[in-house]
Nanobody, 120 residues
């Protein structure tokens, strides 16, 4: 029906950058909001950033000023640009989206995650 696939996770050193992608495919009419969560080892999943269909964004205080969201509505793809990465950013990053299907239903979908490791 609908799939969300994250990519871009990697092992990087502190201070480096990464760009994560979230590609949605399937019977999609439009994507309302696309969100990024992360879950570090032994911790609860936390909301990192949100971008709505009109491009409005919100960020967790821990990433504000370092992470930037963008989206390509035509490609049903969202991006999370992560700069000045810190070891505390190490986590599995999940894409979550509120998607309006061609049937008119509004449903919530999750990707399987991509691992970001920040270590020297």
């Amino acid at each position: 029906q609908v799939q969300l696939v994250e990519s871009g996770g990697a092992l990087v050193q502190p201070g480096e950058s990464l760009r994560l992608s979230c590609a949605a495919s399937g019977n999609i009419l439009s994507i309302y909001a696309m969100n990024w969560y992360r879950q570090a080892p032994g911790k609860q999943r936390e909301l990192v950033a949100v971008i709505t269909s009109d491009g409005s964004t919100n960020y967790a205080n821990s990433v504000k000023g370092r992470f930037t969201l963008s989206r390509d509505n035509a490609a049903n793809t969202g991006y999370l640009q992560m700069n000045s990465l810190k070891p505390d950013d190490t986590a599995v990053y999940y894409c979550n989206a509120d998607i309006i299907l061609v049937t008119g239903e509004l449903l919530d979908y999750w990707g399987k995650g991509t691992l970001v490791t920040v270590s020297s």
